[in-house]
């Protein structure tokens, strides 16, 4: 058995800050980071000895549950056959086939290796092929930590944005506008001014990276005319979206077109995987068929693609998307009947197997300004009265929580009660 906390210190030590993703820190929640010593299907096993219930699911990326049998099995056949030669492979060529048929905007498709690298890349594609610099992004949608991308809202939607971290350049902030998400009037606005600088709009359809907040009727069909008349390259960044709510792309299901779409998450079946695609007339400017340049020593890694492969199947297979969607609807309904019961506060956003439990009495909530309005003390108690009763939820009020298709109706049904409980 393993103390957490000793473990901590110890990595506090030599890793910065203890964790090598910030988040991991708790410092949303307060209290000891946690480590995970293995998982199986819904469940987590803590090297404390603990065993929770995960709804966190690695950021949505084990949507069939951890350590899936068949996903383990691909793995391990292909780890010994070699895992990766930096020569192409038979499988990234069925993979990326594979994306292509389901994505109804994807030509082309590259596989690269984290959400990050695919946003990197889409932005500079729709740089390269308009030939102009600025960015429009949504405050509160997040998109990886490329420079570009690491800006917030600064003092008027027409100033551009500031920068979000030390080391962004200034100046690459100020190439990004960033406007509140749903608010369409913000983005013409900042078309009417600047339209003949803008690159690409980039949006979460639906964001998932200030909690659940849903795209409101028309946003993203709005922003598709919106970049026409500008000429910008409409991007889609589905790293949360694409095979979570359905068996492809949250475009689809939205019948709006991007231009770009970034895939990442599910898709890696575990394994760091991503990828970024759209019209061939914009993939095939990168190299080496165009001048556009993007590479990758580890893209299209066997082991991934075997694992992102495998996931698909399943997922086709067994076609998980209604029971998940079924369970959550659920249990948002028991959460929320129970905070009203009790004045409110609370509310449980929820999506298909998404979710998040918004400590706010202004539900619902449409963008970051609201998310902000959120009791996030209040929050860090649930999420600590939760883990105390062996749930594992995001540890922020700011992210979401994933329903897995390993997740039972008697253990959702069971959280949601819990959730009810410890919502005093
Ligand atoms: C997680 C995420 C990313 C970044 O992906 P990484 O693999 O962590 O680099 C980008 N965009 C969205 C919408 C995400 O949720």
């Known amino acids: 058995m393993i103390n957490h906390e000793e473990l901590f210190s110890r990595a506090c030590r030599v890793i910065p800050g203890g964790v090598n993703s910030p988040v991991r820190a708790f410092n949303g929640v307060g209290g000891t980071p946690l480590y995970v010593e293995s998982g199986k299907g819904s469940k987590i096993h803590a090297a404390d000895g603990r065993t929770l219930t995960d709804f966190c699911c690695s950021w949505g ?18 780890a010994a056959k070699g895992t990766t030669f930096g020569i192409n492979t038979p499988d990234e060529v069925l993979f990326a086939e594979r994306l292509c048929s389901l994505v109804p905007c994807l030509e082309r498709v590259r596989l690269v290796n984290s959400g990050t690298e695919a946003v990197m890349t889409a932005l500079r594609i729709a740089r390269g092929v308009t030939g102009r610099k600025r960015i429009i992004k949504f405050d509160g949608c997040y998109h990886g930590h490329s420079d570009s991308m690491l800006v917030s809202a600064g003092s ?13 350049p200034r100046h690459v902030a100020s190439d990004t506008f960033v406007a509140p998400y749903n608010d369409i009037n913000a983005v013409n606005a900042l078309i009417r001014e600047k339209g003949a600088e803008i690159a690409a709009i980039i949006v979460e359809p639906v964001a998932g990276n200030m909690g659940l907040v849903m795209p409101e009727p028309g946003f993203l069909a709005k922003l598709r005319r919106s970049a026409d008349r500008c000429g910008a390259l409409l991007i889609f960044d589905e790293v949360i979206n694409g095979f979570r709510f ?35 007339v914009f993939m095939d400017e990168l190299a080496p068929h165009g001048k556009i340049y993007q590479a990758g020593t580890l893209s299209g890694n066997p082991l991934a693609v075997a694992a992102g492969l495998k996931t698909l199947e399943v997922l086709e297979r ?44 202004d539900a619902p909530v449409r963008n970051l300004a609201a998310a902000k309005r959120c009791d996030t003390q209040a929050y860090a108690r649930l999420f600590h009265a939760l883990l105390k009763r062996g749930y594992y939820l995001p540890p922020s009020q700011f992210e979401v929580g994933f329903i897995s298709a390993a997740h039972s109706e008697a253990e959702v049904m069971a959280f949601a009660q819990d959730v009810a409980d410890a919502w005093a």
Do not use: W
């Open 61 to 78: 990326a084990m949507i069939l549950g951890h350590a899936h049998d068949e996903v383990v099995a691909a793995i391990r056949a292909r």
């Open 156 to 168: 008027g939607v027409l100033t551009g944005g500031m920068v979000s971290s030390l080391g962004v």
């Open 318 to 361: 067994d076609d998980p998307y209604p029971r998940m969607a079924q369970l959550g609807r659920r249990m948002a309904e028991t959460v929320n009947k129970a905070a009203a019961a009790k004045g409110a506060g609370l509310h449980c956003a929820q999506h298909n197997g998404v979710f998040t439990l918004f400590c706010t009495g």
């Open 246 to 280: 359905n068996f492809s792309s949250y475009a689809k299901l939205a019948g709006v077109n991007p231009d770009l779409i970034t895939l990442g998450k599910v898709i890696g079946g575990g394994l760091p995987l991503a990828a970024v695609g759209g019209a061939a």
